[in-house]
């Protein structure tokens, strides 16, 4: 069964360091990742994606997420955090599974907390 | 931006009553999808629906859900008989079959 997990349940940094927020994976076959950032009382942002291609994947605010086939892992970075930073983060992967409906499997999310 | 749209936001409703929670999902898209979390827990999927009919249904989504694209913009999901533990926020997604789900800002389901 595919699965994703986010060891970390809540990552501190201070603003303008750069910040890492881990996953990693298990699936069968090649995955398709995707991270997302829920704000309060918002609904889940898609943030960036990795299907194929250049291991490094730049998206949105300034993120980008490294994939490392051989550690399974799909880990969120930025450069400078910003406390606007601060919400909740999922990593999810595809369904890639019988049928194919595309549903996503998301991560336990990970609390980032960006201080001035 | 298009936008995935969610009503209401905030929905109280007694144990055993029925509830609609609907959405309106972005107006080319074709894959739609509910998924909920619990306070705290993870984003658990439910159910797709693609072409007028469920794709996937989890093991959360028993007899007691069910979903219906009424007209050719809104998805909503029925829980017939409410329960406690139905008590949690539940999302709608939606996309254009390969690209990332567009979710909406999600429907806070309140079981008394």
């Known amino acids: 069964a595919q699965s994703v997990a986010q060891p970390e349940d809540q990552v501190n940094v201070a603003e303008g360091n750069p910040l890492t927020v881990k996953c990693t994976y298990s699936?069968?076959?090649?995955?398709?990742l995707f991270w997302y950032v829920q704000y309060p009382n918002r609904g889940l942002q898609f943030l960036l994606k990795?299907?194929?291609?250049?291991?490094l994947v730049k998206g949105s605010y300034g993120f980008e997420a490294e994939f490392n086939k051989s550690q399974t892992s799909f880990h969120l970075k930025k450069p400078s955090a910003l406390v606007s930073d601060s919400a909740l983060y999922f990593c999810?992967?595809?369904?890639?599974?019988?049928?194919?409906?595309?549903?996503?499997?998301f991560g336990q999310g990970t609390t980032l907390q960006v201080k001035p | 931006e298009p936008e995935v749209t969610q009503t209401p936001s905030h929905q109280v409703t007694q144990m055993g009553q029925e509830v609609i929670l609907r959405c309106v999902p972005i107006?080319?898209?074709?894959?739609f999808y509910w998924y909920r979390q619990i306070l705290g827990q993870k984003v658990e999927f439910l159910v797709s629906?693609?072409?007028?009919?469920?794709?996937?249904k989890s093991e959360i989504f028993d007899d007691q859900f069910s979903v219906e694209r009424p007209d050719g913009s809104n998805f909503t999901l029925k829980i017939r008989s409410t329960k406690l533990e139905d008590s949690a926020m539940y999302f709608c997604?939606?996309?254009?079959?390969?690209?990332?789900?567009?979710f909406g800002d999600g429907t806070r389901l309140s079981i008394l």
């Open positions: 997604a939606s996309s254009a079959g390969g690209q990332p789900q567009h």
């Open positions: 699936v069968s076959g090649n995955p398709y």
């Open positions: 990795y299907i194929t291609g250049d291991n």
């Open positions: 999810a992967v595809r369904d890639m599974g019988e049928g194919n409906t595309g549903k996503l499997i």
């Open positions: 107006s080319n898209h074709l894959y």
């Open positions: 629906f693609y072409n007028n009919e469920i794709s996937e």
